[in-house]
């Protein structure tokens, strides 16, 4: 075909730039659907609990990740202040991800367990009470909005059917005890869905007042868990170097 | 470059297209240009050799095997130092740049972990280690809670600078509460006493620090706060100095930590504060355990910051 052709039909055009800019990213991108190694072979990474999930769609609604990302390199600068690199395992249900490198504020990978909920509560509320020098903003309303789960159910299906394996029978939930035991896959179940996400909340209390369920509860729920699913104490050191 | 064509003595060659009277050259590309994008051609095949490059099937080639190797230290599950080499990827070079580093500081730490609490403190040389490398983990883990200076903040966070120790400032104290973490705890007493009965208790509370109070109240109230209605001498002791095995606090040290009385300028906003805590009891004040996150020598490390950097006494 001539490229004069190509240049004066706008569609063809269209089509052929799309072709030749995807070639790079299908080179680069599908063999690692292929290749074993990508994600690594480790314990106890499981999907967020429907209180969990629905405070990571409140990370995402905020725009939280336009400051913080969620991903450790394996630089020594980067241990040293965050802990252990990020492994792709620990980011396998996440949808979307929270990978990236461009941070105005610190990286949250494994911020989990790090501050206590009295802190997140009082820190997302006013971040410079605490951290004088933060530019974060203030986020008060997380704790005055009451949290809406009446459509837990239809967001866990969503992420089902993204390959998150919320299970959705009982021949599902069998295979989640098998997966990830029996307290993680009762978690899991979506017809438990809101049950879970209200037992789990007036137990953990998160954002440090028993009375109501607000956003900041489920909000805080996530951040809690973020890095502290994957044990690295079970694992030599340097294990994780071979899926490399 | 830009050549007017009518200058030219030749005529260069053109595409042949022309837009609304737009030609286009076919000038040849410079020569240095040309053999910058012939290099790179080479360079990725040099890249091939060396590093990670190619997907084939399930697996990956590593570059030629032996060309471009790392050799580093690790650490297994059971404890065991084991030195290994592998091909060049971006975690084994990670593994070996912490080993650089630790490598440095490694004689220090293993000093620190080696002495007593006692004889680090009293070691100049140590100390200056201790006060640089303590810094630094002070201020990644610790400031955003007990603040740059390990001030604290009243209604949140202790005072590490001061004398005052709720859970205990020894050198093993210090370093128990930050392996384990620590809890605040009190229980409301809105339901076990009365109105007048909580402003009693808060006149005494405040007597015991000198602030401005009603003297009639005060002595009731420390009637009461030996009483068994009340039982406030469980926990805080009959004298009300506290016990620091279960971090109750000391109530005559004039430190405040739940109840912002030194930020009230009032008799009667001093006393709401400490009604307040009386009367509402405590469930924060939460310290994470930093056993999981931090090693062994690094919290002996920040123990002895803690202690006799920051200001610690006792």
């Known amino acids: 075909m001539k490229h004069d052709k190509i240049e004066r039909n706008l569609g063809i055009l269209l089509i052929f730039t799309m072709l030749a800019i995807s070639a790079g990213g299908m080179v680069e991108i599908i063999p690692l659907f292929f290749i074993k190694e990508t994600i690594e072979k480790v314990d106890g990474v499981r999907p967020y609990t429907p209180l969990e999930q629905r405070g990571r769609d409140i990370y995402t609604r905020e725009g939280c990740y336009l400051c913080h990302s969620q991903m450790i390199r394996p630089f020594r600068d980067e241990a040293l202040r965050y802990g252990h690199y990020s492994l792709a395992a620990e980011s396998k249900y996440d949808h979307p991800f929270q990978w990236g490198s461009k941070r105005t504020g610190p990286d949250l990978a494994r911020v989990g367990g790090k501050y206590s909920n009295d802190w997140h509560t009082q820190h997302l509320i006013a971040p410079r009470s605490l951290v004088p020098q933060s530019v974060m903003p203030n986020y008060p309303w997380l704790a005055k909005n009451d949290l809406d789960y009446s459509d837990i159910t239809l967001r866990l299906k969503a992420l089902r059917v993204a390959g998150v394996p919320y299970s959705n029978s009982q021949a599902e939930y069998e295979r989640n005890v098998k997966d990830f035991g029996e307290d993680v896959a009762k978690t899991l179940h979506i017809p438990d869905a809101e049950k879970n996400l209200v037992a789990q909340a007036k137990l953990g209390n998160y954002d440090t007042d028993p009375s109501n369920i607000t956003e900041l509860d489920a909000l805080v729920a996530y951040l809690q868990v973020l890095g502290t699913m994957v044990d690295f104490k079970k694992y030599d050191d340097d294990y994780f170097v071979k899926f490399r | ?314």
Not at chain 2, 65 to 84: F, R, S
Not at chain 2, 244 to 273: F, R, Y
């Open chain 2, 1 to 314: 470059m830009s050549q007017d064509k009518t200058t030219t003595t030749a005529t260069p060659k053109t595409t042949g297209h022309n837009w609304d009277g737009i030609e286009e050259y076919t000038n040849p590309l410079p020569t240095w240009w040309i053999w910058g994008f012939y290099i790179t051609f080479i360079f990725t095949v040099v890249y091939w050799l060396f590093y990670p490059a190619w997907p084939i099937g399930d697996k990956f080639t590593k570059g030629i095997p032996g060309l471009h190797t790392i050799t580093y230290k690790a650490t297994t599950v059971d404890g065991k130092e084991v030195e290994k080499t592998t091909h060049w990827n971006m975690r084994s070079k990670f593994m070996h740049e912490m080993n650089e580093m630790e490598g440095v500081q490694k004689q220090w730490f293993d000093k620190v972990a080696a002495m007593s609490f006692e004889d680090v403190s009293k070691d100049a040389e140590l100390m200056q280690f201790v006060n640089s490398a303590g810094k630094t983990l002070f201020s990644d883990n610790c400031a955003p809670c007990h603040q740059a200076g390990g001030q604290g903040k009243i209604g949140f966070s202790p005072n590490l600078t001061d004398d005052h120790w709720q859970f205990g400032g020894t050198h093993d104290e210090i370093q128990q509460t930050i392996v384990h973490g620590r809890k605040g705890f009190m229980p409301a007493f809105k339901e076990v006493l009365n109105e007048q009965q909580i402003t009693q208790l808060a006149n005494y509370v405040l007597s015991l620090s000198g602030e401005p109070h009603d003297n009639a109240f005060a002595t009731a109230g420390a009637q009461l706060f030996k009483s068994e209605d009340a039982g406030c001498y469980y926990c805080h002791g009959a004298d009300a100095k506290g016990n620091t095995q279960m971090g109750s606090a000391n109530l005559t040290d004039k430190i405040w930590l739940w109840a912002d009385v030194p930020a009230k300028s009032t008799q009667e906003s001093k006393l709401a504060e400490v009604k307040r805590v009386i009367t509402g009891g405590l469930d924060r004040g939460v310290m994470p355990a930093w056993g999981g996150r931090l090693k062994p020598e690094q919290i002996k490390l920040l123990t002895v910051y803690v202690h006799d950097s920051l200001g610690g006494g006792k």
